[in-house]
């Protein structure tokens, strides 16, 4: 039990919940990568593959881009920053 317990910690996926909420109300998250990028949810499918969309505010055009499976890991990296991680 303890492992499936440990399995499921390092499957989740570091999440900071925005002040902002989504237009319907529902809560939105920040998701904080491996290299300490940060992203918003951009995109969700029925299958429930969520697409994020890099949350630089100093590169707001930044095309950085990754996927999960839900709100779990692991993190696919769909396309690469322009930029270094801005969290030191
Ligand atoms: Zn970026």
């Not at 992203?39 to 100093?58: D, F, H, L, P, V």
């Amino acid at each position: 039990m303890n492992e499936i317990v440990s399995q499921l910690e390092s499957l989740n996926l570091n999440l900071i919940v925005s002040s902002r909420k989504k237009k319907d109300g529902s809560e939105s998250y920040i998701l904080i990568d491996d290299d300490y990028f940060e992203y918003k949810t951009a995109y969700t499918s029925n299958s429930g593959k969520i697409t994020w969309r890099c949350n630089s505010t100093e590169h707001p055009n930044c095309k950085g881009a990754v996927s999960t499976n839900g709100m779990n890991k692991p993190i696919t990296k769909i396309r690469e920053h322009d930029h270094q991680n801005s969290i030191k």
